[in-house]
């Protein structure tokens, strides 16, 4: 925009008494342009204020030499205007800031959005004022703005982080950063220059600097991954793939994890050969596409330790390949954080510009820097003399732009600041509760940074304006979150954070960069699909977690939280949902068990253990069939004997398979897992005699089975803990054998079904009551369900051997399983109780699908360790990535639990 023309807005503006408005927004970017668009066509009048002379937000300030978007840029542009997108083409894969600078003009002038939008405005303060609903803005220029809503598109990474090292001020040479890189042309040939910080910015710049400069020194502190962008023009098949389909496409990224349209991963990376997992890694790094590496590999790298290491490794292999001298390319090689964790960089020549004569690396860690001199920059080791030193060093990201740049003052005089004092609160990352009418796109709390910003700020700003135009026909005219709702997505973000391993990096992501920032991680790390989905469901359950309050009275608060459950068991529920099975107990027995089997089929197998062994054993009446799980460590191991689930009417020896391999391996024993008999063949009490039998059997024959000969464990999931825990009983009525320790899944203890969890989860969570009802008919007549042989929380429960009880929040079986461990522990029984919050039925059984399951399958195991008086085992990979602030995953998890 011509200088001309700002002044003339500023003068105009600032002349004037203040501004009333519906809607003031900060930021002038993609975000804020958007907003302005939607705003002004549902008719609210609207002032974008705008620090800076012209449109583009980050990519107005982030004009540094090599910048570039690094999503592609296909999937890296609005996707609102169909005509928009035909109406404007792109000329590389990823394109330069200053293509992006221009589509951003482009739209700006597209939908005449300038005169609108107050340039060189920086606001000093926002006000709510509660007597007339509003938002009292005041300005650098003078004048005022008085809005309804008050609207931050201030961008994730827009406030820069200070240099914060000594001497900067002395340096008499010129001084760059990458984040506020002039307009002017910078002249670095022949020029001594260094970088510091080797994060996306640095990593862009570097080789182009390296280019003009006469030496190039860049000082890094750690080293990023990095992957080639291997950039050209848009490819061809991804084109192709958007021009086929454009509505599809778009609304697969849209409900995508990443919001980029790939699709799920499912196969996981001890599912591959070396060979395959090299191949799929090769055409990743072929591809040079951050999205795809992240999402297509193999789905646990992201969540789990040992796939992550694959990777991380391949990458360490071709850093080795390309930098040819080896302290530099071990310098290069990061070690300290997963692959992903840290934000991963795309770059063009990054490693090979190192084995140029003109550029040196110093590895901060070995030789900090000391000081900026007048001449240059100190280490511990050296001076390097300088005519220019660019700053690459970052941003204090999420929250700085909100927090740090001008007071916000809500209801009863709270300044944002102070609330934020220990990290971020926010409901979706959108509002924040004491704050009316505030709303911030892309704030922490949402998937933002860890998403294709492009998708997550259409969705944020449809969000709010439909919210606005829905309170305006409603007659609402202020909107808050709730203290309840706020709490609970706290909770729901450190469930998230449980999953990934972005908790395990000093990043940006989580504060850590800016010393003495509150630190967690900021962004939703839940994906892109499932976060709209969660947006959605607040506006379908009546503005769940929010108060609108309106003029005369109006009042509507439909409080609670929005997520109970563990993220991932979301996910799974959902996808049952979806693809709306009928109810099991319609297929009849053998059709329900036909069923599983399907099902079971299509699950992970569950990870190798050292032998896997199946034979038979006999009890009363016949011969039942086992498989057994034996560690890969030296034997003889203690031996677990294991009950399936299934109702007593489905399953078998097998049906239960990646748990007992997971447990075998956490716990190092050898699992025996039974096939006993079914109902309606065999009704009551076959199960729990075969039951009975087969663990004396098993006793007996431990030397044979290569486990330890003396007392051994049970353990069970569902009616399989059942059968354990009945076990447990008779054996001690029986006179053996000797069991050491009762691992119960979620048992059924008892046939009354009128305890709160029966009907608070009689349907939507896999296990139904209806379900149940059929089971318990097919095995049990009403005139045995008393006898302890099925209920065992009617049974005599002194003399029992120690117990670990584990129940899901979200199960019907939860309170008897709490009423049995409860009951045991009166009758002096040691008892531990994990009430897995979060989790269903099945949570803990679905082995390497409900990952958040994993933590109460280490304590389970622990458990069992303790059963028999062995110490907890020492897990590879919990200590993986655990150079020193890092905590190891099971240790928050069991905090987060
Ligand atoms: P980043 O990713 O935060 O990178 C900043 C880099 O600067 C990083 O290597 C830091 O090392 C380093 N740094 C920061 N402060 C210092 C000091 N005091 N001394 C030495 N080194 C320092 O910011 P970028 O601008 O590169 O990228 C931000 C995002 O913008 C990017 O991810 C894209 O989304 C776009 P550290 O890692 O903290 O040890």
Redesign the pocket.
């Known amino acids: 925009m011509p200088d001309a023309m700002v002044a003339a807005r500023v003068s105009e503006a600032a002349s004037g008494t203040t501004q009333q408005v519906d809607v003031a927004v900060v930021g002038a970017g993609f975000a804020g342009l958007y907003l302005l668009h939607r705003l002004r066509k549902a008719g609210f009048t609207t002032a974008v204020l705008e620090e800076a002379d012209d449109v583009g937000g ?1 990519w107005y300030w ?1 004009r540094y030499p090599g910048a570039r978007c ?1 999503i592609q840029t296909i999937d890296y542009s609005y996707t609102f205007d169909p005509e928009l997108e035909s109406a404007w083409k792109w000329s590389e894969k990823y394109a330069t800031q200053p293509e992006i600078l221009r589509y951003l003009g482009f739209v700006a002038d597209r939908y005449d959005l300038r005169p609108d939008i107050r340039f060189r405005t920086r606001i000093t303060a926002a006000t709510w004022d509660q007597a007339v609903e509003r938002w009292l803005l005041t300005t650098n220029s003078g004048a005022t703005v008085s809005c309804r809503y008050y609207i931050m598109a201030t961008g994730c ?1 827009s406030s820069p ?1 200070p ?3 000594d001497g900067v001020k002395d340096f008499k040479g010129e001084i760059y950063f ?2 506020r890189w002039p307009r002017e042309e910078v002249k670095l040939a022949g020029k001594r220059v260094a970088v ?8 862009q710049a570097i080789p182009l600097i390296a280019e003009q400069a006469a030496h190039l020194t860049v ?4 080293p ?1 991954f990095a992957i080639p962008a291997q950039n050209g023009p848009p490819p061809a098949d991804r084109v192709a793939l958007l021009k086929s389909d454009r509505a599809s496409y778009r609304a697969q990224a849209r409900d995508s994890l990443a919001g980029v349209p790939w699709p799920l991963s499912t196969v996981v990376s001890w599912q591959l050969s070396d060979a395959e997992r090299r191949e799929r890694f090769e055409t990743a790094w072929a591809a040079g596409d951050l999205i795809y590496i992240l999402t297509q590999l193999w789905a646990d790298q992201g969540v789990d330790f040992e796939g992550n290491a694959v990777l991380a490794d391949l990458v360490r292999e071709k850093i080795r390949e390309i930098v040819k001298n080896p302290e530099t390319a071990a310098a290069l090689t990061p070690h300290d954080h997963p692959f992903g964790a ?2 991963p ?1 795309l770059d063009t020549n990054y490693y090979a510009t190192y084995n140029r004569p003109n550029v040196t690396l110093v590895n ?1 860690r070995q030789e900090p ?1 000391k000081s900026i001199t007048a001449s240059g920059i100190k280490t511990d080791k050296r001076t390097a003399d300088l005519d220019v030193i660019v700053f ?4 204090d ?1 999420m929250t700085g732009a909100i927090r740090a740049v001008h007071p916000i003052t809500g209801r009863g005089g709270k300044s944002l600041s102070d609330v934020w004092t220990h990290g971020p609160q926010t409901y979706l990352g959108l509002t924040v509760a004491g704050f009316p009418n505030l709303f911030m796109i892309t704030g922490p709390g949402s998937p933002s ?1 860890l998403s294709n910003m492009a998708v997550s700020i259409e969705q944020h700003v449809d969000w709010v304006v439909d919210r606005l135009i829905a309170m305006r026909e409603a007659g609402f005219t202020t909107i808050e979150a709730t203290e309840t709702a706020q709490a609970g997505w706290a909770q729901h973000m450190a469930d998230c954070s449980t999953l990934t391993l972005h908790r395990l990096a ?3 992501y989580t504060g ?2 800016v010393p003495g920032k509150a630190q967690g991680v900021m962004p939703y790390p839940g994906g892109v699909g499932p976060y709209r989905s969660i947006c959605n469901e607040v506006v379908s359950h009546n503005m769940l977690g929010f108060r609108l309050t309106g003029p005369n009275g109006a009042e509507q608060c439909n409080d609670g939280q929005i997520v109970r459950l563990q993220p991932d068991v979301r996910l799974v529920l959902n996808m049952l949902a979806d693809m709306k099975l009928p109810p099991l107990e319609c297929f009849g027995a053998q059709g329900a068990r036909d069923f599983l089997a399907a099902f079971n089929a299509a699950r992970p197998a569950g990870r190798p253990v050292g032998d896997v062994v199946d034979g038979t054993l006999t009890v009363t009446g016949g011969s039942l069939p086992y498989r057994l799980y034996r560690p890969a460590t030296p034997g003889p191991h203690p031996i677990v004997v294991y009950f399936h689930g299934g109702g007593w009417v489905l399953g078998d020896q097998v049906s239960d398979e990646p748990f007992c391999r997971d447990m075998c391996r956490r716990s190092g024993m050898i699992f025996v897992s039974v096939g006993y008999r079914h109902a309606p063949e065999h009704r009551f009490p076959t199960a729990a005699e075969d039951g009975y039998a087969a663990t004396r059997w098993i006793a007996e024959h431990a030397a044979d089975l290569g486990g330890k000969p003396g007392p051994v464990m049970v353990a069970g999931w569902s009616a399989g803990a059942n059968v354990a825990a009945v076990t447990c009983q008779l054996a001690r009525d029986r006179g053996g054998p000797q069991i050491s320790g009762q691992l119960l899944v979620c048992p059924v203890t008892d046939c009354t079904f009128d305890r709160p969890s029966y009907n608070d989860n009689a349907t939507g969570y896999f296990l139904t009551r209806s379900l149940m009802f059929w089971f318990w008919d097919l095995y049990c007549s009403p005139a045995d369900r008393t006898d302890p042989r099925v209920s065992p929380l009617r049974g005599k429960l002194q003399g029992l051997p120690p117990a670990f009880v584990t129940t899901c929040e979200f199960d019907p079986l939860r309170d008897e399983g709490v009423a049995y461990a409860e009951a045991m522990s009166a009758a002096g029984v040691p008892v531990e109780q994990l009430k897995a919050r979060g989790h269903f039925h099945t949570s803990m059984t679905m082995v390497d699908v409900v990952i958040t399951g994993v933590s109460g399958r280490v304590q389970m195991a622990d458990a069992l360790r303790r059963f028999a008086g062995l110490p907890p085992a020492w897990r590879e990979g919990d200590v993986g990535f655990r150079p020193s602030q890092v905590v190891a995953p099971h240790e928050i998890a069991s905090a987060a639990e």
């Open positions: 980050t982030n690094d990474l982080k240099p914060e090292i990458t984040s510091i910080g080797t994060g996306s910015s640095g990593i000082f890094q502190r750690t990023s840290k934000r960089c901060l820097i690459a060093t970052g941003f990201a940074v000093n990043t940006w850590a960069n």
